[in-house]
């Protein structure tokens, strides 16, 4: 297998930041977890494939995807699956009541990297 490209999508300050040798990184500031999931999506739709299990954690606010693209542009059924299970639980109309996506948001917006020391 002869690995052509290597892209991470996130929406983590942090991971943004870090220099990689062998990935571009796609950084999506301010973008919800199923935002960055569907730039993914995009990613697998043209032939890309996801490097490991994409959805840890619901109620994470950073997410963070890394997708190859090889000589076989052939979608791969698990990377379908694992996109669509985490784009399915990251739909804020189906998780989160609204009250519920308030606090999602705001708990997003007050991350310690948003604060600032006084």
Do not use: C
């Not at 890309?48 to 606010?61: A, H, N």
């Not at 190859?68 to 009541?97: E, Y």
Request: proline share 5%; aromatic share 10%; glycine share 4%.
């Amino acid at each position: 297998m002869n690995i052509k490209e290597r892209i991470i999508v996130t929406n983590n300050p942090s991971v943004a930041k870090k220099k990689y040798k062998s990935y571009a990184v796609d950084y999506m500031e301010g973008a919800t977890p199923h935002e960055v999931y569907t730039a993914a999506e995009k990613l697998i739709d043209r032939g890309g494939k996801l490097t490991k299990i994409v959805l840890k954690d619901v109620e994470s606010y950073y997410t963070t995807v890394a997708v190859f693209f090889d000589d076989d542009p052939a979608p791969l059924p698990w990377n379908r699956k694992q996109i669509d299970a985490a784009l399915r639980a990251t739909d804020t109309t189906h998780v989160f009541g609204k009250d519920a996506y308030r606090r999602f948001i705001d708990k997003r917006h007050n991350a310690p990297e948003d604060r600032t020391s006084s």
